[in-house]
């Protein structure tokens, strides 16, 4: 029995692009910090590779927000809960908990922060947001595959000399780790004298650790095996989506109404936007180091334009007007400074 009011529990990573989105929601929303727990999820020691945590998101992926189901947070039973394991449904689902409706019943209207509506309140808005949102989440513009590329065999040399070759160390040991672990429970169990479900959860994880050690080959070869293919072909994905990232920008410039998103009011298209640009910027400005680079969109700008992208009708053009005063407007929300006050990432 559960005698306390059960909360909620935000899985993130403060490094984290996705796990930025909820963050920013929490503050635009006026949610205090007693109203849902945090936890870290170290990504940079691949704790999102953990068998506990895969049993809460099945990607293993940040965010997740484990809420309890309403049925269920009377004091007369125990509670459930069910996890959300994507930024999208996360920011809905904190989106409509904390509602000017919702505080009034509660007698709370006046007392707390307001809780501004994010989601848009006409269908064409709707089908803008959804429309900027598919954009900035597509793989053809993936900015973890950005941060974690190079676009050239000299580039990924410096990329190995910095955080990007930690990481990638560190979390292919995590999965190899786990992954021992998991081979040595499988054989434990070989007997058949264990529970048939430990069985079956055992060999899913043992192929769930196989296919994603698969699935990071290209980066391990290029990154520790110092293969030379391996290299080669990173480099020529890296090219690929940068001009991903700026046909991105491009679609994001004729689709921002301005200075928002939508227009005037801060939305749920603004809160995936964010942490998307932030990424790419964070990138493009380990690109400028050294150089003389005014603001975060002048590296953008300097990116866009390199000998890279040639060809490509938006590195003739640069970024433009409408996404230059969108990134300032964000900039200035108090959002905006407490997850990206110390650093863009």
Known sequence: MTSAQPKAVLYTFDGSVWGSAPRLALVEKGYADQD???KIVDLAKGENFSPSY???NAKGTVPSLVVPILETTSAEVDTKFRALTDSKPILEFLDKSRSQPILDSKGEGLA???APVLAPATIEGKALSDEIIKLVHADTAN????FL???SVEELQKQKQGFVFDFVKNSTG???NYQREIESASTATADGSSNPRSSATVESLKKWYSDKL???SVLRAAYLDNDASAAETLVQETRALWHGIATAVDALESRIKGPLALGDQISLADLHIVPWLARVLTVCRGYAEGASVADDIDALDAALKSQGLSGHKTAAA?????LREFWATMKQRPSFQAVYGAGLH
């Open 54 to 56: 895969l049993r809460i």
């Open 112 to 114: 707390g922060a307001p």
């Open 36 to 38: 849902l727990e945090i």
């Open 174 to 176: 995590a999965l190899q």
């Open 143 to 146: 900015p973890n595959k950005l």
């Open 214 to 216: 698969a699935s990071q």
């Open 318 to 322: 640069g970024v433009g007007p409408k």
């Open 149 to 151: 590329g190079a676009r």
